[in-house]
């Protein structure tokens, strides 16, 4: 059984830094699409960073480019964001997700939600002014 759990959330203020991880369970996350997503009160949900873990290929929001990095660990099955500079706006519950893509990795799948096919329960990140 496929599962993904996140930690890693929090609340800090503004400017400062959380690293997010995402602990794959049930399969290895070699030869993966892997992203984060997040969703604000009121807001649909989007995609912030991706990888595809195969070649490590890397794709970012523009609310995240330099200031957020997607990585992942293969010996720890995880992949990380790490989230620097951070702002009131980033504040949401951030998700994990991954689909086996194969060879095609995120193409085609992020920032498209439906896209991936297994979620994590969220973890929740707040930044304060």
């Known amino acids: 059984q496929v599962q993904l759990m996140e930690s890693g959330g929090g609340s800090v203020q503004a400017g400062g830094s959380l690293r997010l991880s995402c602990a794959a369970y049930g399969y290895p996350i070699s030869d993966t699409c892997m992203a984060w997503f997040r969703q604000a009160p009121g807001k649909e949900r989007e995609g912030v960073a991706a990888?595809?873990?195969?070649?490590?290929?890397?794709y970012y929001a523009d609310s995240a480019k330099g200031r957020f990095t997607i990585s992942q660990d293969n010996a720890k099955n995880t992949v990380s964001l790490q989230m620097n500079s951070l702002k009131p706006e980033d504040s949401a519950i951030y998700y994990c997700?991954?689909?086996?893509?194969?060879?095609?990795?995120?193409?085609?799948?992020?920032?498209?939600?439906?896209?991936?096919?297994?979620w994590g329960q969220g973890t929740q990140v707040t930044v304060s002014s």
């Open positions: 997700a991954a689909v086996f893509s194969g060879p095609y990795g995120c193409i085609g799948r992020w920032p498209r939600d439906a896209g991936f096919g297994y």
């Open positions: 990888m595809y873990t195969g070649g490590g290929a890397t």
